[in-house]
Nanobody, 117 residues
């Protein structure tokens, strides 16, 4: 079983930047895909970005050009660098990691990101 712990959330002004981290522990061998999801109040959880063990990335259209996902396979840490933040980026951000099948992956507890002046 993989355990995931997110950190780095907080309050930031529009246009600002923030970096989220997700530390994986436990059965980390074989983590093929790591991803960030987010859930805004009264909205469904949505995929923000994914990264494979080989470094292939994919982004939601709403964050392309503003967010960058990366991972350190040695330290088992994933990052989400968020820039040019908008109020609509406000959400709880969740880390997700495991095999290629989404249903096989573990979830973190989430970290709140609030973009507001």
């Amino acid at each position: 079983q993989v355990q995931l712990v997110e950190s780095g959330g907080g309050l930031v002004q529009p246009g600002g930047s923030l970096r989220l981290s997700c530390a994986a522990s436990g059965r980390t061998i074989g983590i093929a895909v790591m991803a960030w999801y987010r859930q805004a109040p009264e909205k469904e959880r949505e995929l923000v970005a994914t990264i494979t063990s080989g470094g292939n990335t994919n982004y939601a259209d709403s964050v392309k050009g503003r967010f960058t996902i990366s991972r350190d396979n040695v330290k088992n840490i994933m990052y989400l660098q968020m820039s040019s933040l908008k109020p609509e980026d406000t959400a709880v951000y969740y880390c997700n990691a495991g095999g290629y099948a989404p249903s096989s992956r573990a979830w973190g507890q989430g970290t709140q990101v609030t973009v507001s002046s």
